[in-house]
């Protein structure tokens, strides 16, 4: 099953099956679980932590296959918060890019990374 | 769109047009996006952080909002790094997930959380 | 040495030594720093992923001596952090310490783990 | 008083007081403490977010203050988390330092940033 096929739907009861096979939901409490997704996303973060940005964009396959396992565990825990919170992933994501589309319009922002409280700043200043 | 109907490859192409159109790419390196979803982590971690493990299952309404918000930062930025990189997530998630059933099995995990070098460990000393 | 004794000075200069003599201040750039803090960050957490608040109380020998390993590197990589950016330490964090006096009034917030601005929203609700 | 001249001790002192003063010690837990010096880490991060690792060596004095107060957010709750478990600082960071120049021998590490499991595989491979 790939991302063509595959529904966020059908993600989360892989993973709720997974939790409730070994009992662990009691580990899964939200804060636990916020914490997981920051131990993940670290070990992410542990194969470019030397390299360069440029570095970063040139990968072998070996580190590829790594580093798609790190993001996997990330998303396996995002999964479980969704599922133990009850909240619905794709809703969630989508209101959240049309907010982030709103606090970056894309004439302003284009080819500039600045927070978006710096375009707030600029637009005051007008 | 929801859980139900939403597939990876549809949020993926809406966070790659959101990206595009805002000629962002040149920021998503792999090691920008490992550090985005750390700091969104952080953001989610920061509504949990000084409340006990138990308190953090009874959230109100007005933080599961916003809990959610920041739930949605971490994927929207896999989704980014799952573009950047080429790597099919739902392939990658249901790989990891396939090996992690081998390494924690359900017989011997339930209602544990230790990790599994643990269990390797004890299956040595037998 | 220990802590009646040692300044931030001398930690700072073994410190510097260590990374001198390897010649790795080329990876450590503010950038890379910050990532090894939190890289570390999130080892030090991993110890406390799954127990509840209480039990991280109580923490047996060998826990605490790899508790202890895994702030070592947090101060380590801080202490680079500031060689590399030539910032006064004791100086920084005195100051950090009397604007969060300012900011928490003991008065106001004792027994209380709200955030700042909730203190202000009281405030100006008056 | 600065780097010159205060001891971890001093430091140490001044956060106990803080913590006391709020009755803040039972929000002060290893594992919360934990996560308040990821966080801490993360905003920290923050400034470097869409920076190359070149750029972030060159700061303009408005981001070099904030950075040093993240910076001081980090170190505050590391000491507040020795003093909750009765760590020496110093010793156990100068323990680590001395176990960091056996992992990394400086003749073998000379402008490399490989992990030291990589130069035991080399050994192995002898």
Do not use: C
């Amino acid at each position: 099953m790939n991302d063509q096929h595959a529904t966020l739907h059908d993600l989360r009861e892989r993973m709720a099956s997974f939790v409730r096979e070994r009992d662990w939901e009691q580990f899964h409490s939200p804060k636990n679980l916020s914490m997981s997704i920051a131990i993940e996303a670290a070990e992410l973060m542990e194969h470019f932590q030397w390299l360069t940005t440029e570095q970063s964009e040139h990968l072998d396959p070996a580190a590829l296959q790594e580093i798609g396992e790190e993001l996997a565990d990330i998303v396996l825990y995002s999964l479980s918060l969704a599922n133990h919170l009850q909240i619905d992933l794709a809703e969630t994501v989508l209101a959240k890019m049309a907010k982030n589309e709103r606090k970056y319009p894309k004439e302003q922002v284009r080819g500039k990374a600045h927070k978006y409280t710096y375009y707030r700043k600029q637009e005051g200043e007008k």
